[in-house]
């Protein structure tokens, strides 16, 4: 799936203001690749979008020999690196900024923005209690959906147990807070991602009962219950049977 986004205005330069000073480069790697400077979208070959994705989910520097044979692993060494070469000069062709090479290492430039690292930040900020006073939408979002990499693969279900569990914290610190609207929304936005956590649904049975909605959190833990059973072949856990207990007609 092709990262979406309101239309941009082509880019046809590097990322730099005519005073010197240095334009906003963001990198997208949620719902598909993508970057922008200054508002425009930069197109990059597919070899280059996998050097800089590469290099961006490295927090820190990464010898260009670990990422020439990494993401060439079927070329010799020689081939790799010149292949990684090609790559990085069709990165700094467009937008200098965005990979630094630092003698035998790539890094991410410094004033590049990430959506991943912007969401994840977010997601702490839930799952820590507090409040980042905005909609739970970036915490919907897959990391490079259909790259199949296994480098890739590692980071996207990091990153998935991440904003899920974000999203379970959202709903139950919005529920104590008062705000149903939001927190059935964050609730229901967590099942969606994964309709197989238990904890997802404990986290709407829970926000039904705070709303006095005992047929509702029966129908969520029916709901739960028989997926579970289905696909996985499992009961609940006590954790959900002691949460509805007392509830009539629960099994």
Known sequence: MARTSSPLRPYAGAARRHDGASEEVV?????GFGVEVAGAEVSLPGS????VAFVALHERPVLRTYVAGTLWLDSPEARAAGSLRSALWR???HTPELVVADGHTLRL???VRVDLRDAEVRA????????????PDALTLDLLPDWYDDWV???????????LRALECMCARLTAAGRPDEALEAGLLAVAGEPLRESAHRALVSFHLAEGNAAEALRQFRLCRRLLLEQLGVEPSKL????????DGRA
Request: aromatic share 2%; no cysteine.
């Open 27 to 31: 990198l997208h790697l949620l719902a």
């Open 48 to 51: 280059a979008q996998r050097v």
């Open 91 to 93: 990165i700094h062709r």
């Open 109 to 111: 430039g410094p004033d």
């Open 124 to 135: 702490h900020t839930e799952l820590s209690g507090a409040s980042s006073g905005r909609r």
């Open 153 to 163: 693969l590692l980071e996207r279900e990091r990153f998935r147990q991440l904003r």
């Open 240 to 247: 959900m049977l002691d949460l509805v207990a007392g509830l």
